[in-house]
């Protein structure tokens, strides 16, 4: 098992530039997070899929940040137009049926926007 | 609303003594509480969790978590203290049903 895979790893752009990180989830986990970190604020929760199908984005910052899933075993992340304070480690994490409970997170892509 | 409260930034201890990473939570209804790890430039590796029965659980890497109701704590513990331990340790407390809300984490320094 391949674990949750993120790209890129490491993203530096300047700032207005659009922005788009992606993710893997585990196969056949049906439930998706992506969270921000920073020293700040910590670890948040940005947005929740289950069964592809956004169920809670009142974490996402503002309307330049979207997030999509097309299918089961892809994720993306777009930020338009990126913000130097938008930057941060952006974790995605995977979860299996309901009733187990535990999410798995991938490496994370650190962003820097200059 | 549900909140978890790491009160210690850092926690310092001795190689080969006990370890104790604190955490206390606050939910609704019966907590489903975690605990992760972070290595450096390393993504959240779960660790363990309480989710009902004995209130001391075990988890990977020789660590445990007692939950107490009571108190409204879940205590990561170690008995034995390794270098190797030294990383970022997060709590946290399932909420909305399949949502998780962390705490701001504790870096723990492992000593030799």
């Known amino acids: 098992d391949a674990g949750v895979i993120q790209s890129p790893r490491h993203e530096v752009t300047e700032m207005g530039q659009e922005v788009t990180l992606r993710c893997k989830p585990i196969s056949g986990h049906n439930s998706l997070f992506w969270y921000r970190q920073t020293m700040m604020r910590g670890l948040e929760l940005l947005i929740y899929?289950?069964?592809?199908?956004?169920?809670?984005d009142s974490g996402m910052p503002e309307d330049r940040f979207s997030a999509k899933m097309p299918n089961a075993s892809f994720s993306t992340l777009k930020i338009q137009p990126s913000e130097p304070r938008d930057s941060a480690v952006y974790f995605c994490?995977?979860?299996?049926?309901?009733?187990?409970?535990?999410?798995?997170f991938g490496p994370g892509t650190r962003l820097t926007v200059l | 609303a549900q909140s978890v409260a790491q009160p210690e930034d850092q926690v310092n201890v001795a190689e080969g003594n006990p370890l104790t990473v604190k955490c206390t939570y606050s939910?609704?209804?019966?907590?489903?509480l975690f605990w992760y790890v972070q290595y450096p430039n390393r993504g959240l590796q779960f660790l363990l969790k309480?989710?009902?029965?004995?209130?001391l659980v075990k988890g990977s890497y020789g660590f445990e978590a007692e939950f107490n109701k009571s108190q409204t704590s879940f205590h990561l513990k170690k008995p034995s203290a390794l270098v190797s331990d030294s990383a970022l340790y997060f709590c946290a407390v399932r909420y909305a049903g399949n949502m998780l809300t962390f705490g701001g984490g504790t870096r723990l320094m492992v000593k030799p």
């Open positions: 939910v609704s209804g019966n907590p489903y």
């Open positions: 899929f289950n069964n592809n199908v956004p169920i809670d």
């Open positions: 994490a995977s979860r299996g049926v309901i009733g187990t409970d535990t999410q798995y």
């Open positions: 309480y989710i009902t029965g004995d209130n």
